[in-house]
C-alpha cells in the first residue's frame, strides 16, 4: 500500500473514532437520570424544615459531581427572580463514614453563596431516599400546605447551563401561580455513588 493510500486510510480510521467519541459523549450529556419516587406531599419524616407560610424549594446534591456546577449556577439564576417568594434548602449528600467537612466542596460554599439559600448535609442520604431523590441535581417545589408542586431539574443537559424547562416551570409557579409542565428531566451524578463511576 502506498503512503498516499495508507494516510487516507488512516484519516477514515481516525474521523471514525472521533465521531464515535462525539456521539458517546453526546448521549451521556443528554440522558436523564431517574426521577425521584417520592409521594405528592412533603415527607413528615424529614428533618429538613418546611416553611408553613410559603413554598419551599429543595435541591439535592452530590457535592463532588461536576454536572452540578450547572445546577448551583441556575439556582442562583431562578433566585434572582423569584427572591422574597420561596424558601430554599441545598441538601448535599454525605457517605456515612466520611471524613468531616468532606461535603464543603467549592459547589457547597457556591450555593451558599446565593441569598436566600439554606445549605446543609445529608447524612448517607437518609434525606434525599425520603423524598426518593436519586440524582444530583434533584429539584422538588413544595407549596405551603406540603403539596409537591414541581420535580425536575434545572438544567437541560448534563452540566450544561442555560434557558430550561425546571427554572421556567419553577418560576412561572412561584410568580404567576400555573406553569406549563410540572415535571422536568435530571441531569447528574447518582446521589449515592461515586461521580467518577458515572463516567
Given at each position: ?14 474521523l ?6 462525539l ?74 463514614h ?15 453563596a ?26 422538588m ?14 438544567t ?44
Amino acid at each position: 500500500m502506498k503512503k498516499e493510500q495508507r494516510l487516507f486510510v488512516l484519516s477514515i480510521a481516525w474521523l471514525i473514532v472521533v465521531s464515535l467519541g462525539l456521539m458517546k459523549l453526546w448521549a451521556y450529556s443528554n440522558t436523564p437520570g431517574p426521577s425521584a419516587t417520592g409521594g405528592i406531599t412533603w415527607p413528615n419524616e424529614t428533618s429538613i424544615p418546611r416553611d408553613p407560610e410559603r413554598s419551599t424549594l429543595v435541591v439535592f446534591a452530590h457535592p463532588q459531581c461536576p454536572c452540578s456546577d450547572a445546577s448551583i449556577e441556575e439556582l442562583a439564576r431562578l433566585m434572582a427572580h423569584v427572591q422574597g417568594r420561596v424558601t430554599v434548602r441545598v441538601v448535599f449528600y454525605r457517605p456515612a463514614h466520611a471524613e468531616a467537612g468532606w461535603e464543603r466542596t467549592s459547589l457547597w460554599n457556591r450555593a451558599e453563596a446565593i441569598p436566600g439559600v439554606t445549605v446543609s448535609a445529608d447524612d448517607d442520604g437518609r434525606q434525599a431516599a425520603l423524598f426518593g431523590a436519586m440524582v444530583s441535581g434533584q429539584t422538588m417545589l413544595y407549596d405551603a400546605s406540603g403539596t409537591l408542586a414541581f420535580e425536575g431539574g434545572l438544567t437541560y443537559a448534563r452540566g450544561h447551563a442555560g434557558d430550561n424547562a425546571g427554572s421556567t416551570a419553577i418560576a412561572s409557579l412561584l410568580l404567576k401561580g400555573q406553569a406549563l409542565t410540572r415535571h422536568s428531566p435530571v441531569f447528574g451524578c447518582f446521589l449515592r455513588e461515586s461521580p467518577a463511576a458515572q463516567s
